[in-house]
């Protein structure tokens, strides 16, 4: 904690602004629900926004923490209780740099039934690699639902696996990319996934993508990312 | 009625119009459907809007009502027919200090099924006191539907009893809390929990929340509901 | 013809044209779909817009018409194709002074299935005196759907009869009303019960209101339209 | 593509931005999607936005391609990967002068199952020349499922065949018309048949519309797209 703390691009830092707004207008979060990134200068740290509706994040609001989720900036604000969500998938993913911790509807449908999220079309290939599904009774018995200590972080990153998404039985989803723009894209398009296939398992026998086009979908999206961020920006945040 | 009737907290009215326009903005209610909350320095009188849609509901609005529902001031404007809604729970309810009542359609469906509306997640754990039920014509046979006399409004708080909401056949329902803040949090709460539950019961089986899951839920979530608050208020009326 | 036409009570002009970009606000009606109003001051003829879109319409694009739908004004201009719809339900119904024409998605549901709409709740009582059924088929064998001739007004004014809304097989649906406010009231009630009926029918068995509940819920409501109207003037055109 | 290239109506350009706005504000298409408009000087070239999500598509986006999908200006820009789409159809249907590609949540979920979309109204009537599906599995096996080639663009144009719209299985949809107008037309009133057929078909047993009616409907709505192109175009680019 003696040592300095090195400053996270300022550019990484708009973007983190921008996703918070962005994830609120798209109703993926409401006044609950938070999004991380992992700092570009010190992997074992990351940014994640001090108590605040994500939908009135600024840039004032935005804190570094430790992978213990210990604040090293804005210490006198109270951290989000669920800030151990995302420094325990840091910890245990190396290869994640972006977190989405949210109670989106149409996910928590799927969270509370078994029936599987599964890829409908190229736009969630991301959903091939399999969801993960976090039983918080297995590991801590009757509590109020949040992952609010380190060990039930760390028992959801373990959820997690190598998976990019996990359904949390009576609370919400999380989801982890290898930038901002993945982790948001994420959490937008399994959203829609979601209330597509309840449409679409209603309506008839359901041809899912193969694994193979799962993966080749996720490939080409994953390299297309901006031209949808652009938008997302444009609407979140008005003209640049 | 001789008597000065005390000045309501400034603060506690301005809280009372941001409810009646967050109850709009978030399509709680329409056109019809109100707030009130009980005076801060007298607990026989509570603060309700005269007769006038809640989406434009202003400071000058609010009147005094005793808990017979008495118009103590704007004694020259129309007092909403279903004011006894509030009296009532007021006078059999000291623990309330809010009540919210409206017309939401995903509320709607449940009061005329006897499907119980049941927790899904934590930000609805409140539903897990259980959901009342009235049912008018068991107590005054066929009607227009309102409760519009003080017999009608004593007959749905008895149903209510304990619980935190009480569905109302072929009309509505009827949330009551702590602040005005809590009862505006159940009504959007218990709006979204229907929405969801219609979806998951399609899906699947459903895993509700166990009641101490429930319990835990809502007592974390009554102690946070100032960041949704904020956002709430950012949204219904603008930056502040 | 000759006779001069007398002039229309300028506030009723105003209301129409309120009430135009209110069904648009409300998604009642899209790029298609009008309402009338009789003529206050000669039951023999309306007021309706010259083609143009609901949500585009100015006092300027009001014409007036006689009941056989021959422009009395505005003769330059296109008419709707299906004004007949309008001037066939007046002259069969003295009790009518308004009529909304739709296509809103929520009652085609109903147009194109045998399920009755029912009133679930106080604010569709107006359902409860039953809903009209009109087959074009069955009075002009294979057409465009569209009631575009006198004949085919009637037959629809004649499928009607007493009732306030009649459902067209394939098309939409058309309200009537004693006034612009209490058509405008029932197209968006009946869209509203029907959304509502789909899901409660998908959740358990329905108590649909008492035909005696029904009739009384109407009569409270049709007194109240002016606390909403209010609202619903605000919405679509802005603070007065 | 030593000759020089002919300049497009200025119009004909204008309302192709109009038209990716529409689509935008219509939820047709997201980041992703696109709208062509085939050259009213020479059949043999179309016009298409560069890459650029459709929402924020303006004047000096827009490029010129030959019918094999080559770009003759804005060179310097990237194309859309799927632009061979435009281009297929182009060649194989003299007819088609507008070809809209989308991934519409409505349409994909009726692209994952085998329920045939059928036209519930007149305002689809489009829909009863029938629907076309691509399986780009029998084409060419696993993929990312995209037609970013010439030869699955033209596979995609065989599907088409004479129809108005194709169902492009765990990806998207594709409509054609006759002007920019009539393709924008289709993909809204595909994508709201979609919405009302699922309703529908989970409430009764649904009378489509019978071919006749089907035919007729269509050439009704054909002449009469202007009143609501007006509309669409106030809604997505504000008062002109």
């Known amino acids: 904690m003696a040592k300095p703390v090195p400053e996270p691009d300022q550019a990484l830092l708009d973007d983190l602004v921008v996703a918070n707004r962005v994830l609120y207008h798209k109703n993926i979060v409401d006044g609950l629900g938070h999004v991380s990134v992992r700092h570009d200068k010190d992997p074992q740290m990351y940014v ?111 959820s997690l696996a190598d998976k990019q998404i996990v359904l949390m039985r009576g609370h919400g989803a999380t989801m982890a990319g290898q930038s901002i723009k993945h982790s948001v894209f994420r959490a937008l398009y399994a959203a829609l996934n979601a209330t597509m296939q309840m449409d679409a398992m209603r309506l008839g026998e359901v041809t899912y993508l193969a694994d193979e086009e799962a993966m080749k979908g996720m490939e080409i999206n994953d390299r297309f990312i901006d031209r949808s961020w652009s938008l997302w920006k444009h609407e979140a945040m008005g003209p640049s």
């Open 48 to 158: 994640l926004a001090a108590e605040r509706a994500p939908g009135l994040v600024r840039r004032e609001d935005l804190a570094l923490y430790d992978l213990d989720s210990n604040a090293l900036t804005l210490r006198e604000r109270r951290p989000y209780n669920e800030r151990f969500i995302h420094g325990e998938i840091y910890k245990a993913r190396p290869d994640v740099h972006s977190v989405v911790h949210c109670h989106t509807p149409a996910l928590v449908t799927f969270c509370v039934c078994q029936t599987p999220l599964r890829p409908l079309y190229h736009m969630s290939g991301f959903l091939g690699r399999g969801v993960a599904r976090f039983e918080i009774r297995e590991v801590a018995g009757m509590t109020d639902m949040l992952c609010s200590t380190p060990q039930l972080g760390a028992a959801l990153a373990k």
